[in-house]
C-alpha cells in the first residue's frame, strides 16, 4: 500500500525563480493539503485540494498556487522565490475532504539562495 | 495569541523517568486534538488522538482539560527512541478539517 509520495525530496533555487513540487496520495485518498513547515516551528497550513477544486487556503499569499489532477495527485507552484521561502513542504492526504486520517508524505526540502 | 501554543523545550529527561508536557489551544469550539511525533528532518506521524477526556497507548497518556484549554502529552518509562518533536495539532472542524499544529516540543532523553 503506497504511502503519501513527494517529489523530488531536495530541491536549491535562486531568488527570483519559480518551483514546483509534486505529490500523490496514498491509494484510496482523494484529498491533498500542502503544509509549510520553517525550521524549528510547526507545520502551517497552505491550502487543501478537494474535487480538483482549492477548498481551504492558509494565510499565504498568491505567490503559492496549486493544483490537483483527477488522479488526485497535486501540485503547489511557488513563484517569485523569496530566502523566506526556504522550508520542508509537506502534502498531506486524506479521504473524502473534511475528513481525518491525515498521512504525510516525507516532504520536499526546499532551499532558496 | 496563537491558535495552538507549546513550550519548545527541550525537555531533557533521563532514561527511564516520566515526562509530561502541556499544549493550549485558542478555540473553545475544538472536538477533537492530536498528537504528532516528528523526528529530526521527517514528516510528523500521528501517536494519539484525543476526542474526550484522554486516551493512553502504552507509555503514553494523552488527557483532555476542556474548561482550561489544554491537553497534555505524558510519557512514562521514557525510552531513548522518544527523542523526537512532538506536535499539538486541533483540526478546525469548520474549516474543511485544516490542521493547526502547535510550534513543537522537543524531547531528548539521555541514558
Known amino acids: 500500500d503506497a504511502g503519501v509520495t513527494q517529489s523530488p525530496t531536495h530541491l536549491i533555487k535562486t531568488r527570483g525563480q519559480q518551483v514546483t513540487l509534486r505529490c500523490s496520495p496514498k491509494s484510496g485518498h482523494d484529498t491533498v493539503s500542502w503544509y509549510q513547515q520553517a525550521l524549528g516551528q510547526g507545520p502551517q497550513f497552505i491550502f487543501q485540494?478537494?474535487?480538483?477544486?482549492?477548498?481551504q487556503r492558509g494565510n499565504f499569499p498568491d505567490r503559492f498556487s496549486g493544483h490537483q489532477f483527477p488522479n488526485y495527485s497535486s501540485e503547489l507552484n511557488v513563484n517569485a522565490l523569496l530566502l523566506g521561502d526556504s522550508a520542508l513542504y509537506l502534502c498531506?492526504?486524506?479521504?473524502?475532504?473534511?475528513?481525518?486520517?491525515?498521512?504525510f508524505g516525507s516532504g520536499t526540502r526546499l532551499t532558496v539562495v | 495569541r496563537k491558535e495552538v501554543e507549546q513550550d519548545p523545550g527541550p525537555f531533557n529527561v533521563p532514561e527511564g523517568a516520566t515526562v509530561a508536557f502541556n499544549c493550549t489551544y485558542s478555540n473553545s469550539a475544538s472536538q477533537s486534538f492530536f498528537w504528532y511525533r516528528q523526528d529530526c528532518r521527517k514528516e510528523p506521524k500521528l501517536l494519539m488522538s484525543?476526542?474526550?477526556s484522554g486516551n493512553e497507548d502504552g507509555r503514553f497518556t494523552a488527557q483532555l482539560n476542556r474548561a482550561s484549554q489544554y491537553i497534555s502529552l505524558l510519557i512514562r518509562d521514557s525510552k531513548l527512541s522518544d527523542s523526537a518533536t512532538y506536535l499539538c495539532?486541533?483540526?478546525?472542524?469548520?474549516?474543511?478539517?485544516?490542521?493547526?499544529f502547535g510550534g513543537g516540543t522537543r524531547v531528548l532523553v539521555k541514558p
Open positions: 495539532v486541533v483540526p478546525a472542524k469548520a474549516a474543511g478539517n485544516k490542521l493547526t
Open positions: 485540494y478537494y474535487e480538483e477544486e482549492e477548498r
Open positions: 498531506a492526504s486524506s479521504l473524502g475532504g473534511p475528513g481525518y486520517g491525515y498521512t
Open positions: 484525543v476526542y474526550s
